[in-house]
């Protein structure tokens, strides 16, 4: 057999494509926190409940992709990157949306919505917290067009700098995840103690999120340097 012929044969099962659909998947998952926080900072459940059986949807979606990129990695054909690298890139992606569903789980088994005046800041947190995972959406693509030619060195450093926008939203979110544990503190006589704690909790899981981006965006970093 041809040479450009096996070549042809790797490229067109490359699980790029659908590495990158599943985290348009993930991406979707998180898109809806904004508008599921808006629904239970004004008090309206019922909203809310939809949103959250929404985003359980889109989370299922994801895992399907999950198991899809699983199912249709190539074996016993030669890859420019090690297969357990993607294996362990899918798994990290996967952790996005199981996060965004656990954080919509947390506020709605105990109705949870934080002080208004926390409103502001709130949805300048989810803000980032998604900008981190569009950011990292911006990482596969250039993944899965960049293995075409082999991850050039050019090509790599495209690659670097979108993983480092994905590093400076985290590291923003880990600023104000700060700054909201600091003005949440400031209101906790005002709430019941046990509310108080499962806010704090609700914050951490919503940085979860930014941080398993982050972990993905590395491990894509480790296969464009394979």
Known sequence: MAVGTTISDVF??????????????CARCVAKLEDYFEAAQAGNWKRATQLQAEIAQLED?????????????????????????????????????NSTKDVVGLSLGRELA???KLDKSLFKYIQTVVDSV??????????????????GARQTQAIMARVAGVEKHE????????????????HEEKLSPIDAIFLYQLLSEIGEIANSAEK??????????S
Do not use: C, Y
């Not at 990129?69 to 996005?96: F, H, T």
């Not at 990292?136 to 993944?143: D, F, G, I, L």
């Not at 590291?171 to 400031?186: H, P, T, Y």
């Open 12 to 25: 067109s099962s490359s699980p790029f494509a659908l590495l990158e659909e599943h985290m348009a998947a």
């Open 61 to 97: 979606d994801a895992d399907q992709l999950k198991r899809d990129v699983r199912k249709n990695l190539p074996r016993g054909l030669w890859m420019s990157v090690s297969r357990a690298d993607l294996l362990e890139l899918v798994r990290m992606q996967d952790k996005i949306a």
């Open 114 to 116: 934080f002080p208004k």
């Open 134 to 151: 569009n950011t990292m959406v911006e990482v596969v693509q250039a993944t899965r067009e960049l293995s075409r030619g082999a991850f």
């Open 171 to 186: 590291r923003k979110s880990d600023e104000m995840q700060s700054k909201l544990r600091a003005k949440l503190r400031d």
């Open 216 to 225: 993905a965006a590395h491990r894509a970093q480790i296969i464009a340097n």
